[in-house]
């Protein structure tokens, strides 16, 4: 059985996840996730509590919905021509080792995306195009419809969460089919805020269903 995973963005400002070429991509931030996420798996983004945008109150808004199709470990996307122009890759290799690619976030947060040389567990890197994304127009009106979801959604703390129940697992595969249902289109909106220097401000808070 595919697992689900669920968590909160605190930025969303197009680099994590990265829409571009109707490509999602998960390469920095929330490493538990890409390294556990396989082909199949879905994940779900909601916003925190502290992304707002246009003046929009925290609503735990849907931001997006991906189906993973693909996963490229052992760092090859920041070694990949095809990747280069992408915005969250901000990881070079030289000289045996990865390093930090000027104007990114940051050299201080490599560790913490790629993990510890010469391994680098971390750099793996997850890919959709099967996926809707909602960016600053997404809303909570699942909430409504889906009062299972609602409440993980809004009590979830930091950390991994696991085995939640097969009642919550059909609420979100239920969102995720309405979703695909009521849309073709995989990008339905911007993303909440401009990014800046290509920063990407990692969530605290994250759920997984196995």
């Known amino acids: 059985m595919n697992r689900i995973f669920f968590y909160k963005l605190t930025n ?22 890409r390294v556990k996420a396989k082909e199949g798996d879905l994940i779900f983004g909601f916003a925190a509590n ?13 931001i997006y919905i991906a189906r993973v199709t ?11 021509k095809k990747f280069a122009d992408r915005e969250d ?5 030289r000289r045996g080792r990865f390093v930090w690619y000027r104007g990114a976030h940051g050299p201080e947060h490599l ?14 890197v997850l890919l959709s195009n099967d996926f809707r994304y909602f960016g600053a ?13 609602r409440k993980a959604v809004e009590t979830l703390g930091r950390g991994q969460r696991v085995n939640l129940g097969e009642e919550l697992r059909d609420e979100l595969l239920a ?36």
Request: charged share 30%.
């Open 111 to 124: 560790t913490h995306d790629l993990g510890n040389p010469p391994e680098y567990p971390r750099a793996q």
């Open 89 to 93: 890759c901000i990881y070079r290799y």
């Open 137 to 149: 127009d997404g809303t909570d009106d699942y909430k409504t419809r889906f009062p299972r979801i």
């Open 70 to 80: 693909d996963k490229v470990c052992n760092g090859e996307y920041y070694r990949e």
């Open 12 to 33: 969303d400002s197009g680099v994590a996840p990265c829409v571009d070429a109707n490509l999602l991509s998960l390469a920095i931030c929330k490493p538990m996730i």
């Open 50 to 62: 502290s992304l707002r945008g246009d003046n929009r109150p925290g609503d735990n808004r849907l």
């Open 175 to 210: 969102l995720k089919q309405r979703e695909w249902r009521r849309s073709s289109r995989k990008v339905l909106g911007r993303p909440t805020s401009a990014p800046s220097h290509r920063s990407c401000h990692r969530g605290r808070s994250c759920g997984v269903l196995e």
